[in-house]
């Protein structure tokens, strides 16, 4: 599949089924991923795999701190694929790397993750909300203070039986403009030579 064609017909999956990727084959799709724009090579993230019964103690958590009055449909959340892949933000305070560039280069290689998915066949889908401040998920992964939960990449396979059509890409021409340098080098703007 080439580049174009993955970025078109990817879709979040919201129905995952088995089988998803193993711990090798996510490590090796990973290689691929890191690959993605990272000023300073920082690699300022993590991944934790959520799979099995693992995923009934992340549902646990979260239904334990979201107060619901429904804890069962609020822990099933964390069923609703076979893999969750944790991403976890680490980025390098006081780096002369800022930390919104880190986290910059952190989306970027999880958006190739999710287009390396895709072209190898499972779906994916990208969930964060409330459940990324929850104080008992991060206890249960095992967060340092300096790290941040972003969020999970649900992976599996999608369970619908035929695959959307690609998306029709829109005109976003009226969010291009060209920078216009005519009249900007005036001889009132020249710095004047410095005399020694």
């Known amino acids: 599949m080439d580049v174009v064609t993955a970025i078109l ?51 646990a958590c979260f239904a334990a701190d979201a107060g619901s009055d429904r804890p069962d449909q609020t822990s099933a959340k964390a069923l609703r694929a076979p893999l969750l892949a944790t991403l976890v933000f680490q980025p390098r305070l006081g780096h ?11 989306s970027s290689m999880n958006h190739a993750l999710m287009l390396l998915l895709h072209a190898r066949g499972y779906g994916s889908i990208w969930r964060t909300g409330a459940f990324t401040d929850s104080p008992s998920a991060h206890q249960l992964l095992g967060l340092r203070p300096d790290e941040r939960l972003l969020g999970w990449l649900y992976i599996g ?26 009249g900007f080098f005036r001889s009132d703007l020249a710095v004047a030579p410095q005399s020694k």
Not at 16 to 44: N, Q, V
Not at 158 to 182: C, G, I, V, Y
Request: no cysteine; hydrophobic share 35%; glycine share 2%.
């Open 9 to 59: 017909t990817r879709r979040s999956e919201r129905y995952l089924t088995e089988p998803a990727p193993d711990t090798d084959e996510f490590a090796d799709l990973l290689k691929a991923a890191a690959t993605a724009p990272d000023h300073g090579l920082l690699r300022p993230w993590r991944w934790i795999l959520v799979r099995d019964t693992e995923r009934v103690a992340l549902g």
């Open 96 to 106: 002369k790397i800022p930390e919104w560039e880190q986290l910059a280069a952190t």
């Open 157 to 182: 396979t999608p369970s619908r039986e035929q695959a959307l059509p690609p998306r029709a890409p829109e005109d976003f021409s009226d969010k291009l403009s060209s920078l216009e340098l005519d």
